[in-house]
């Protein structure tokens, strides 16, 4: 059904998967974080 989406509508998933690496590339940089709540308070205000 998800490849006949993409003829019937022209939808993918790409802006999802594009978003999921920004974050992946986003944690590597910050590896070994010990404060957690302003690792995700800097996510949401780089990426929100």
């Known amino acids: 059904k998800s490849i ?3 003829f019937i509508n022209r ?3 790409a802006s ?3 978003f999921n690496a920004k ?3 986003f944690r590597a940089q910050f ?3 010990k404060n957690v709540e ?3 308070y800097r996510l ?3 990426f929100a």
């Open 4 to 6: 006949l989406n993409y």
């Open 23 to 25: 974050i992946k590339a």
């Open 16 to 18: 999802a998967e594009s």
């Open 11 to 13: 939808s993918t998933n």
């Open 31 to 33: 590896r070994g974080v």
């Open 44 to 46: 949401t205000t780089i």
């Open 38 to 40: 302003f690792f995700l």
